[in-house]
């Protein structure tokens, strides 16, 4: 068992026969009563996402979850593969568990979370570094603040972007908001 005020971010607990990942933690203290614990958590089988309140000191079902690395090979309209580069064998999550499948990059390597050989979600890095394939050019001297233009990446991705990025440069594009963050080298 977990106590609620335990739960952080990536913490997986089971509740009435769901899994449940903790996106977002609030302990909220107000006056004289108890306090009141609000975490926001995605059902990792079914992919919604809910809010759920919770007094303090309560507790909930603690899950043994391993993660494990594996190679991302290719994807359809419902998983995506990937390889485990020690034993070869390929497994299939559906892409319902994985948050930004449009991150995933042939060939990159990846954690993710098992319960038993059941697979709860894919962990993808915070950013990713992407190529731009198309986008207008910049205009010479607009150098004012705030200014972006179109930018359709890699993987088809369109994102925002300054006027100095030109097609073929590398940006670095945040997997959680999906937000152009920095020019890469």
């Not at 390597?109 to 570094?129: A, G, H, Q, R």
């Not at 179109?150 to 993987?155: C, R």
């Amino acid at each position: 068992m977990i106590v609620v005020t335990d739960l952080r971010a990536g913490t997986i607990f089971e509740e009435s026969g769901n899994l449940l990942q903790v996106l977002s933690y609030e302990h909220i203290k107000m006056g004289r009563g108890s306090a009141n614990i609000k975490v926001k958590v995605k059902n990792l089988r079914s992919g919604s996402t809910t809010e759920k309140s919770f007094i303090n000191g309560a507790k909930v079902n603690d899950v043994s979850v391993l993660k494990r690395d594996h190679q991302y090979l290719y994807k359809d309209q419902d998983s995506a593969y990937f390889m485990n580069p020690k034993t070869f064998e390929q497994i299939s999550v559906p892409l319902k568990v994985i948050d930004g499948d449009e991150f995933l990059k042939e060939g990159d390597t990846y954690s993710i979370s098992f319960l038993s050989d059941e697979p709860l979600s894919v962990n993808l890095l915070p950013k990713v570094v992407l190529v731009v394939t198309e986008t207008a050019p910049g205009v010479k001297g607009n150098s004012a603040t705030n200014v972006f233009k179109d930018a359709t990446l890699e993987n088809g991705l369109t994102v925002k972007v300054p006027p100095f990025i030109k097609m073929g440069d590398k940006v670095r594009v945040d997997t959680r908001t999906g937000a152009y963050t920095e020019k890469a080298q």
